[in-house]
């Protein structure tokens, strides 16, 4: 199975950085080197919405909304995947989680909040 785990949320003020991450401790590493993984994100009273997705090969793809304050990132060799956000701002507050499709299903990761204060 393919069981994601986020962490590095929190709370910073407006202008600050965080840096979250997304393990993937029960897959075999060659699975997981293959797996395009997403960072999602949900603000309270809206629609979950895409932020950013990398490749197996390292292809990435933003959100305009975050285009070049965001970076995704993977390190293989540990499976996982980053998400380093800059110049944050109140509209980034959300729930952030992570997501992969394998073994013929969708898995989410239990996701990890962020607050970012005006």
């Known amino acids: 199975q393919a069981q994601l785990v986020e962490s590095g949320g929190g709370l910073v003020p407006e202008g600050g950085s965080l840096r979250l991450s997304c393990a993937a401790p029960?897959?075999?590493?060659?699975?997981?080197?293959?797996?395009?993984i997403n960072w999602y994100r949900q603000a309270p009273g809206k629609q979950r919405e895409s932020v950013a997705s990398?490749?197996?090969?390292?292809?990435?793809n933003y959100a305009d909304v975050v285009k070049g304050r965001f970076t995704i990132s993977r390190d293989n060799s540990r499976k996982r995947v980053y998400l380093q956000m800059n110049s944050l701002k109140p509209d980034d507050t959300g729930v952030y989680y992570c997501?992969?499709?394998?073994?013929?299903?969708?898995?989410w990761g239990q996701g990890t909040q962020v607050t970012v204060s005006s």
């Open positions: 997501h992969l499709n394998a073994y013929g299903s969708e898995y």
């Open positions: 990398i490749t197996g090969g390292r292809l990435t």
């Open positions: 029960r897959m075999i590493t060659s699975e997981f080197n293959t797996k395009t």
